[in-house]
């Protein structure tokens, strides 16, 4: 099997990064020479790939290839998306945030972690393998949406164009888990987190309307003074928690890396489940987030000047849904937490949570593959917290998987949508060396 060289692939990794292309959910304030780069710097860096692979547009700037293999009876989808959010000009960035410059033995720059490293990772496998001649055992079809960020159009249209050509994969794979290192209180091995599901996602706007006025008269329980009321309610009173069927697999799985008072609670926790849910719920923000559903009060708006009581307030709320939650019982909770019926609730967009993936022969497939090249991990499945273009996948196959084949420390989880993203090069070494061995092992 052919070997991944560092320089190749750390240039072509910093080429894409230094491409600033950032989505947005309106159409005309996308930058679309930005991303016609983007696709002509996709082209030079991976001839192979254009040359033997078929290609489909779609959406504005996605792009769908097949790679013909020996048998189409269980294809693959491999993705992975183009456009990055956007940089905060304030925050605190050691090195320039398209600068993919070399620190540290780390590549720095939006994107490196969500979610380039992946389009490289996957596309220079694929590059190197045809340099070797490789025809893949099954069909495998590679994705790449370009508006996942802004949960665009780009992977429905894959979806519908697979749909159109009778295509039902035999898996999916797209970003999601990693090997997380300091992932769970007390384990000292990175975990292997392949998500089986992912939460719903929805997004609300809270809309209080008044009179307004002069700020030098001002009159009780305003718009503002209502909206926050309704911010802190909904605070005060989360979502029901739970500890859904990943989760305890999750548990299980790491119980003989824990601390051993607690080993015997995370091994039977399928037995304790309220216990487990409780003690999540206080050992930390991403365990916590494994119970609920979450809401995240992102956006507020106001008064135009300091001197005006607003007429109208908002507050944009980020809703990720629990697996066995709905949308219409989110908005009635909602609701009822508000307590103010004055308040609107306006849905400006929706989407349940993913059905659960099998772990059947694919799972273990991605399972053994995390072991060939992570020794150290421990592969388990997880619920993913945030959304990804995979949903949409759900529509032609049972089997949805979301993992990125990196090594990520909590800080670097955390710089995802943040500032000091960064991906060391020996991990993308080792990710481009995870997709080469997938992709080889391969059932006939």
Request: glycine content about 10%.
């Given at each position: 099997m052919p070997a991944p060289t560092h320089d190749r692939v750390v240039a072509k990794l910093q080429a894409l990064v230094r491409i600033p292309t950032v989505s947005d959910r309106d159409p005309a304030l996308v930058d679309t020479e930005v991303f016609d780069r983007l696709l002509s710097e996709l082209a030079a860096q991976f001839p192979l790939l254009h040359q033997h692979l078929e290609?489909?547009?779609?959406?504005?700037?996605?792009?769908?290839?097949?790679?013909?293999?020996?048998?189409?009876?269980?294809?693959?989808?491999?993705?992975?998306?183009?456009?990055?959010?956007?940089?905060?000009?304030?925050?605190?960035?050691?090195?320039?945030?398209?600068?993919?410059?070399?620190?540290?033995?780390?590549?720095?720059?939006?994107?490196?972690?969500?979610?380039?490293?992946?389009?490289?990772?996957?596309?220079?496998?694929?590059?190197?393998?045809?340099?070797?001649?490789?025809?893949?055992?099954?069909?495998?079809?590679?994705?790449?949406?370009?508006?996942?960020?802004?949960?665009?159009?780009?992977?429905?249209?894959?979806?519908?164009?697979?749909?159109?050509?009778?295509?039902?994969?035999?898996?999916?794979?797209?970003?999601?888990?990693?090997?997380?290192?300091?992932?769970?209180?007390?384990?000292?091995?990175?975990?292997?987190?392949?998500?089986?599901?992912?939460?719903?996602?929805?997004?609300?706007?809270?809309?209080?309307?008044?009179?307004?006025?002069?700020?030098?008269?001002?009159?009780?329980?305003?718009?503002?003074?209502?909206?926050?009321?309704?911010?802190?309610?909904?605070?005060?009173?989360?979502?029901?928690?739970?500890?859904?069927?990943?989760?305890?697999?999750?548990?299980?799985?790491?119980?003989?890396?824990?601390?051993?008072?607690?080993?015997?609670?995370?091994?039977?926790?399928?037995?304790?489940?309220?216990?487990v849910t409780k003690a999540l719920q206080v050992a930390g923000p991403e365990a916590a987030a494994m119970t609920r559903t979450t809401v995240a009060a992102t956006t507020l708006s106001g008064s135009p000047a300091l001197n005006v009581i607003a007429s109208s307030a908002t507050a944009g709320l980020n809703i990720r849904i629990m697996v066995g939650d709905t949308i219409a019982g989110v908005l009635a909770h909602l609701r009822r937490t508000i307590k103010d019926d004055e308040i609107r609730i306006d849905v400006i967009e929706q989407s349940e949570p993913s059905p659960v993936s099998p772990m059947d022969e694919a799972f273990e497939l991605l399972e053994s593959t995390i072991l060939d090249v992570f020794p150290d991990a421990v592969p388990t499945p997880y619920v993913m917290m945030a959304a990804t273009d995979s949903r949409h996948f759900c529509a032609i196959s049972d089997r949805v998987y979301r993992f990125a084949p990196f090594r990520m420390t909590k800080a670097q989880r955390e710089a995802i949508h943040s500032y000091d993203e960064h991906l060391r090069v020996t991990d993308l070494i080792d990710g481009v060396a995870w997709y080469l061995t997938l992709i080889a092992r391969l059932p006939r």
């Open positions: 290609l489909t547009r779609v959406g504005t700037h996605g792009l769908l290839f097949k790679w013909a293999g020996a048998s189409s009876e269980r294809p693959i989808v491999l993705m992975a998306h183009l456009d990055v959010v956007p940089v905060d000009a304030d925050a605190p960035w050691q090195h320039p945030a398209f600068g993919a410059e070399i620190h540290d033995g780390a590549i720095w720059g939006r994107g490196t972690l969500d979610d380039k490293g992946c389009v490289v990772g996957i596309c220079e496998a694929v590059e190197l393998l045809l340099e070797q001649g490789t025809t893949p055992m099954q069909d495998v079809w590679l994705s790449f949406g370009c508006d996942e960020e802004v949960s665009g159009t780009s992977a429905p249209a894959a979806v519908a164009e697979l749909e159109r050509l009778g295509v039902t994969p035999w898996f999916v794979l797209d970003e999601g888990g990693a090997i997380a290192h300091q992932a769970f209180p007390g384990v000292e091995p990175p975990l292997g987190v392949i998500g089986v599901t992912e939460k719903g996602l929805t997004s609300v706007e809270l809309v209080a309307e008044g009179r307004g006025g002069h700020a030098s008269t001002p009159a009780k329980n305003g718009p503002t003074a209502r909206i926050a009321t309704a911010i802190l309610r909904i605070e005060k009173h989360p979502f029901p928690g739970s500890t859904p069927a990943p989760t305890l697999e999750l548990l299980r799985r790491l119980a003989p890396h824990l601390p051993r008072a607690v080993r015997p609670i995370a091994s039977s926790a399928e037995k304790i489940t309220p216990l």
